[in-house]
Each structure stands twice: as C-alpha cells, then as structure tokens.
Nanobody
Framework: QVHLVESGGGSVQAGGSLRLSCVSS????????MGWFRQVPGKEREGIATIRTSTFGDIAYGDSMEGRFTVSLDNAKNTMFLEMDSLKPEDSAMYYC???????????????????WGQGTQVTVSS
C-alpha cells in the first residue's frame, strides 16, 4: 500500500505561482509512474503532468499544461512536486497526486490507470 499526502495548495491571485508537494509513504521506486491530476465539481478528473519514477523522465503533460506547469521528483525525499506559474482563475480546482504500477507512457495521463491517490489539496486562483 502506498499513502500519498499532498500539500502546498492555497489561494493566489491570477499570475501568481504555487508549488505543490506529494510525499509518498514508500520509496517512489515502488511505483512505475506518479502524476498530478485536478478536478472541479461536475467535471472529470484531468491529467496535468506525469513522470516515470525509475528514469525521472517519460514526462507527459496534459493539454495546455506544458509551459506553465512543471513536474519533478526528489527520490531522496520520496516526493513529487508540481511547480505552477502564471496561474489563471480556470486553474482553480482540487489537485491530487497519484501513483501507479501497471501503466505505460501512452496511458500515463489516464486517471483510471492509477491505483493510489492522495486526499487532494485545494488551489483557488482569483482574478
């Protein structure tokens, strides 16, 4: 079992930045991929960025995510980060981190492929 805990969410004005963290209870090398997703009420969960833990590569970004969002890993701290810049009001959502074992790069942005999820951290961007 892998327990994930997110932190770093909060309220920020448009154009601002936030850095989210996701700490895993076990070594990140126990899973194949880790990723960030977000969801607003009434909508499907959306893939933001995913990264393969063994290579720190095979990074995938969701549509319109690359450029403003950057995913990274710190294996020594079993932690994944999401740097978010130039935030917009439409980025407001609950942000979740996830870890998966049985998936490939082509499916890494699909929430259904992830077995372990954190409780989420709220991000609110005001105009």
């Amino acid at each position: 079992q892998v327990h994930l805990v997110e932190s770093g969410g909060g309220s920020v004005q448009a154009g601002g930045s936030l850095r989210l963290s996701c700490v895993s209870s076990t070594s990140i090398w126990n899973v194949r991929y880790m990723g960030w997703f977000r969801q607003v009420p009434g909508k499907e969960r959306e893939g933001i960025a995913t990264i393969r833990t063994s290579t720190f590569g095979d990074i995938a970004y969701g549509d319109s995510m690359e450029g403003r969002f950057t995913v990274s890993l710190d294996n020594a701290k079993n932690t994944m980060f999401l740097e978010m810049d130039s935030l917009k009001p439409e980025d407001s959502a609950m942000y979740y981190c996830a870890a998966g074992i049985d998936l490939s790069f082509s499916s890494s942005l699909s929430p259904s492929r992830y077995k372990f999820w954190g409780q989420g951290t709220q991000v609110t961007v005001s105009s």
